[in-house]
């Protein structure tokens, strides 16, 4: 029994996710000016990290509080499982020198929890220096415009030039997007967040040239049916597909986030929000916006 494949409209409904998209950007705009920018982890603005042990006594509330009581501003998150008791300390360095300020984390937990409380010396201990931070800085910058670069003259190559602005203007959506959940979610950005958004670049573009082989074929099948009607029966036809594939590594990264633990959440979190975004920027973003060039449909065609 030949299974129907269900037809749904989207690029009749393509300017309301256009006008959706521009309010998630604009919504991100806003929260920049008012976080004062983004929040920049320790490898990008420099500082101190410091992996802590203590005893079965020590939340991380009490290191919290003192850090707060030595007047030492630090983000402190959980290593694992509470119950693990291993602690990281991300401080901006302000003393005269690495050692002085890690010397101030020391003082402040022995202080404030007890010698007997913090196991000395710390378990790790990572310097990132204003030099090194500002090129980390600009290597990220460099390896996104990179890979986007790439991609545009892959797709470019493989299809049109046409098509390959369609799926940039997409693949510029997506971080963008994902950005925006950061300034609102007030996460720091790390070297994982990079790493998380060069991942869905990848994962994106996929999805998308996807889209595009079906878009191409049906050209040459059916070349007489109006070219908005084959955008749209190229989407309908691999829906199911792009589907299943966002739902399974949906669900494999709702676990990493939920049980992986601290180092990886930021992770996972921002590729759960990409995978999502990544789905609708496909469907609704850089197919759609191919009918901008509608004319080069036509030639196409011939």
């Not at 749904?8 to 806003?30: H, K, M, Q």
């Not at 890690?102 to 990572?126: Q, R, S, Y």
Request: glycine share 8%.
């Amino acid at each position: 029994m030949r299974v129907k494949i269900p037809f749904i409209n989207f690029i009749g409904i393509r300017r309301y996710a256009f006008l959706f998209s521009l309010l998630i950007l604009v919504v991100g705009i806003v929260f920049y000016f008012i976080r004062g920018g983004f929040n920049m982890g320790i490898d990008f603005k420099g500082g101190i990290v410091a992996q802590v042990k203590t005893s079965d006594k020590i939340d991380i509330h009490a290191v919290r509080k003192a850090m707060e009581k030595s007047s030492i501003p630090a983000q402190i998150q959980d290593l694992g499982a509470p119950s693990a008791h291993e602690f990281l300390i991300k401080t901006p360095s302000k003393a005269t020198g690495n050692v002085e300020a890690v010397a101030a984390i020391e003082k402040a937990l022995v202080d404030n929890l007890g010698a007997e409380n913090v196991v000395l010396p710390f378990e790790k201990t990572d310097v990132v220096g204003p030099s090194m931070s500002k090129y980390m800085t600009g290597q990220a910058f460099w390896l996104v415009l990179l890979s986007m670069l790439c991609i545009f003259i892959y797709v470019s190559v493989r299809f049109k030039w046409d098509f390959a602005l369609g799926g940039i203007i997409s693949l510029f959506h997506d971080p963008m997007v994902v950005l925006t959940a950061m300034l609102i979610t007030n996460k720091e950005i790390a070297v994982s967040i990079v790493a998380a958004i060069l991942t869905l670049i990848g994962y994106s573009i996929n999805d998308t040239i996807v889209i595009y082989d079906r878009i191409r074929e049906l050209l040459k099948k059916e070349g007489k049916r109006p070219f908005r009607e084959i955008i749209d029966l190229a989407v309908n036809q691999t829906l199911s597909r792009s589907i299943l594939t966002s739902l399974t590594v949906f669900f494999v990264l709702m676990v990493l986030y939920l049980f992986g633990g601290a180092i990886i959440s930021d992770f996972s979190l921002i590729m759960l929000i990409g995978v999502v975004i990544g789905s609708y920027s496909t469907i609704f973003i850089a197919a759609p916006i191919i009918l901008v060039w509608e004319g080069k449909g036509i030639r196409l065609r011939k």
